[in-house]
């Protein structure tokens, strides 16, 4: 599973990039065409009311689609501030993703990998590769998690007709690794690595049920994280809600009227005690000082974050957590 920056703000750019209306260039000539065999006057007043359409709509749907607004919110759903943002991908971000599926489709499930590409702004793109284990049951996958005890698990799931889900493990704090291929292609850098099971530890777990109807999927997904910023981006038009999820502290529950974002649930608890690993992400940049390279590795994780992600009722996905 290829993690890019991270499953929220990987699922929100795609959300971002593919919703929106766009204007269609060849309309006008569709329109202007379907006016042949009228008189010729009508026909020229046709045409030029037809185009004059044509161009406002382009225009409105030009303005609506270049930008969109989105809210930050806390666990109370109140607004924290507003920004509005493109609603296009940039180009660069389109071939980073083809970059990025190229180099990351290739890992083994029993590897590791970290991409990354610096892009003209300033900014930089990553994505992951984490070692996973996948499942075909949900038996199976809870046999593999019963020792797991500082991670939530369902306690509940809907019926579905096709169950997939996989966990991720990182690299322990001590443990050792080998790297397996290391390039860099102007401002894009790839590492696959790879470490034995004695030194992995489970990270995080996604879940992944549906039927039929393509608004009748459930996405679970759970990770180790350092802490809960507290802080959710939503879409203008979505209303955020605080929630009660058993064994929780705090949940957002995040209702869409947009069928490309769908509803989501965001949940957040501390560890009993703090968790210790490698960073992978460390690996794309140079050790500054090698004395100090135990730390300079090392990501502290002190809490669990769960979201859900589903075109179901919102109910339903409170009582994946909360039982029957």
């Known amino acids: 599973m290829s993690r890019k920056i991270s499953p929220e703000m990987f699922r929100e750019s795609l959300d971002r990039c593919s919703s929106g209306v766009h204007g269609d260039p060849f309309l006008a000539g569709r329109i202007i065409a379907s006016g042949?065999?009228?008189?010729?006057?009508?026909?020229?007043m046709f045409?030029?009311?037809?185009?004059?359409?044509?161009?406002?709509?382009?225009?409105?749907?030009?303005?609506?689609?270049?930008?969109?607004?989105?809210?930050?919110?806390?666990?109370?759903?109140?607004?924290l501030e507003t920004t509005e943002e493109p609603r296009e991908y940039p180009?660069?971000?389109?071939?980073?993703?083809?970059?990025?599926?190229?180099?990351?489709?290739?890992?083994?499930?029993?590897?590791?990998?970290?991409?990354?590409?610096?892009m003209s702004t300033g900014s930089e793109m990553t994505s992951e590769h984490k070692k996973q284990v996948r499942f075909g049951s949900w038996?199976?996958?809870?046999?593999?998690?019963?020792?797991?005890?500082?991670?939530?698990?369902?306690?509940?799931?809907?019926?579905?007709?096709?169950?997939?889900?996989?966990?991720?493990?990182?690299?322990?704090?001590g443990g050792q690794y080998e790297v397996l291929e290391n390039r860099v292609e102007g401002p894009a850098v790839?590492?696959?690595?790879?470490?034995?099971?004695?030194?992995?530890?489970?990270?995080?777990y996604e879940i992944y049920l549906d039927e039929d109807d393509e608004d009748s999927f459930v996405e679970?997904?759970?990770?180790?994280?350092?802490?809960?910023?507290?802080?959710?981006?939503?879409?203008?038009?979505?209303?955020?809600?605080?929630?009660?999820?058993?064994?929780?502290?705090?949940?957002?529950?995040?209702r869409s009227s947009n069928p490309q974002t769908r509803n989501r649930l965001y949940t957040y608890k501390e560890l009993a005690g703090e968790m210790r690993v490698k960073d992978p992400h460390c690996l794309l940049q140079e050790v500054p000082?090698?004395?100090?390279r135990e730390s300079f590795y090392?990501?502290?994780?002190?809490?669990?974050?769960?979201?859900?992600?589903?075109?179901?009722?919102?109910?339903?996905?409170?009582?994946i957590f909360n039982g029957e």
Do not use: H
């Not at 180009?91 to 610096?118: M, N, P, T, W």
């Not at 000082?289 to 100090?292: G, L, R, T």
């Open 36 to 44: 042949k065999g009228e008189r010729k006057m009508k026909r020229k």
């Open 190 to 204: 790839f590492r696959r690595f790879s470490f034995d099971d004695a030194d992995a530890v489970i990270t995080g």
């Open 298 to 319: 090392t990501k502290v994780c002190a809490g669990e974050e769960i979201r859900v992600f589903s075109g179901r009722d919102p109910e339903i996905m409170l009582k």
């Open 289 to 292: 000082d090698a004395s100090n």
């Open 139 to 173: 038996e199976e996958f809870t046999k593999f998690m019963a020792d797991v005890d500082y991670m939530s698990v369902p306690a509940w799931l809907p019926e579905y007709k096709t169950f997939s889900a996989r966990i991720e493990m990182d690299l322990k704090d």
């Open 91 to 118: 180009d660069e971000a389109r071939d980073y993703d083809a970059l990025c599926d190229e180099l990351i489709g290739s890992v083994q499930d029993s590897e590791c990998a970290i991409f990354s590409l610096k």
């Open 220 to 254: 679970i997904e759970s990770c180790l994280a350092y802490k809960d910023s507290g802080r959710f981006t939503v879409q203008e038009n979505e209303k955020a809600e605080p929630v009660t999820v058993k064994g929780m502290p705090e949940a957002l529950l995040v």
């Open 47 to 79: 045409t030029s009311f037809a185009l004059a359409l044509v161009i406002l709509f382009a225009l409105a749907a030009a303005a609506y689609s270049a930008t969109v607004i989105y809210r930050t919110v806390n666990y109370q759903g109140e607004t």
